[in-house]
């Protein structure tokens, strides 16, 4: 067992885990946040996506002890008190969910892409930068109207790689 201790949603926490332990188990089992999905365990699907030191990450493909002494977000960390981010009000506003599933993994995809591209984005980048994030309930559609929509208005200017 070993320690792992981060930061995450902005609050230190610490937890005994196996070596072999993945992040989004560590998330999910070691403290409690339910929030990021386990979906095909195989990095295929996206439902897992969480922000680790502001970038988006496949967490069932990382190990919690590589994220140790990191800042995490999860989709729980998004929020700000009774207000949604931007993202997760605009795939609300544009019903770009269905049964929900994937929708944290999208989000954690769509804020970390804006970031990146600012207001800059377009369809065709949206949809390219999607392809590691699988719904199978909307087509699409509405998620990437939901994101250019959320870019739009946050008008974030791109971040530095």
């Known amino acids: 067992m070993t320690t792992v201790s981060m930061t995450v ?3 230190q926490v610490s937890a005994d885990v196996e070596d072999r332990t993945l992040l989004v188990d560590y998330l999910r089992n070691a403290i409690s946040l339910t929030g990021t999905h386990v979906g095909c365990d195989t990095s295929q699907c996206g439902a897992c996506v969480v922000h680790v030191d502001g970038r988006a990450v496949k967490s069932c493909t990382m190990l919690a ?3 140790a002494g990191s800042s995490v977000t999860t989709i729980e960390g998004l929020a700000t008190g009774d207000e949604l981010h931007p993202v997760q009000a605009a795939f609300r506003e544009h ?3 269905q049964c929900g599933f994937c929708t944290p993994g999208m989000i954690m995809t769509a804020v970390d892409m804006i970031r990146r591209h600012g207001g800059q984005l377009d369809e065709a980048t949206v949809r390219h930068e ?3 994030n699988i719904c199978r309930c909307t087509g699409y559609h509405n998620i990437v ?3 250019l929509d959320a870019a739009a208005k ?3 200017p791109a971040a530095a790689e």
């Open 9 to 11: 949603n902005g609050r």
């Open 154 to 156: 946050m008008q974030m």
């Open 145 to 147: 109207k939901a994101i």
């Open 65 to 67: 002890v590589q994220a």
């Open 95 to 97: 019903h770009g969910l």
């Open 130 to 132: 999607l392809e590691g």
